[in-house]
């Protein structure tokens, strides 16, 4: 595809259920980006990936957040236990990793609510 | 450690005013300043940044070293300036995350 891809848009579960939040960047992008969007907090970073490898992860809210990227493409986010306070609308972007410093390419998001 | 600073979550302006975003950053290195923008029901995309020293749509920033700010501004609004505008700080190497601000809804009425 031509952009950001991200799945699923729109997820509702219950307090206590696992998610997994999936995203597909550009094609050759080899840096993507985890971020969260929520009322009043703007964007929160999460974590960010060079390739597989995920070099800052200084933004995970809590032990209860992990990704992974295989394969330098898709990235899933996972979140475990999930509470009330983790919905929001997650955003992934992508990026060039040489000479484009800056302009990331966003996904429209996947809004999570947890009941 | 980085920050950066959109002190008004709220600009309401008429048609043809003035504006300007404000947004203040720390960072004790030579970043660089972006601002970023989402119209409704769109994705977030790339405005501006300040070492293209551009201006986009009619919006123009300058990075101020001394008072280590970025504002936006454009002498006149125009109703479809209305969006969520955010600020955002890298540490200038490549692949880096940007750090964002809380972000400042611009809101222009006729």
């Known amino acids: 595809g031509a952009g950001v891809s991200q799945s699923p848009s729109n997820k509702v579960t219950e307090k206590g259920k696992d998610v997994e939040l999936r995203c597909d960047p550009i094609s050759g992008h080899t840096a993507l980006y985890w971020y969260r969007q929520s009322l009043g907090q703007g964007l929160e970073f999460l974590i960010y990936?060079?390739?597989?490898?995920?070099?800052?992860k200084s933004g995970l809210p809590s032990d209860r957040f992990s990704a992974e990227r295989t394969g330098g493409s898709v990235s899933t986010l996972t979140i475990q236990r999930t509470q009330q306070e983790d919905s929001a609308v997650y955003l992934c972007a992508s990026s060039l990793s040489w000479g484009t410093t800056g302009e990331l390419f966003f996904g429209e998001g996947s809004r999570l609510t947890v009941l | 450690a980085q920050r950066v600073t959109q002190p008004e979550k709220l600009l309401s302006v008429f048609k043809g005013a003035p504006v300007e975003l404000k947004c203040n950053y720390s960072?004790?290195?030579?970043?660089?300043l972006f601002w970023y923008v989402q119209y409704s029901r769109q994705r977030l995309q790339l405005l501006l940044r300040h070492i293209s020293r551009e201006s986009i749509k009619g919006f123009t920033a300058d990075l101020n070293k001394g008072e280590t700010s970025f504002h936006l501004k454009k002498p006149f609004a125009q109703e479809e300036d209305s969006a969520m505008y955010y600020c955002?700080?890298?540490?200038?190497?490549?692949?880096?995350?940007?750090?964002f601000g809380k972000g400042t809804t611009l809101s222009v009425s006729s």
């Open positions: 955002a700080l890298s540490g200038g190497q490549a692949g880096t995350a940007l750090i």
């Open positions: 960072y004790s290195g030579s970043p660089e």
């Open positions: 990936f060079q390739g597989n490898s995920a070099p800052d």
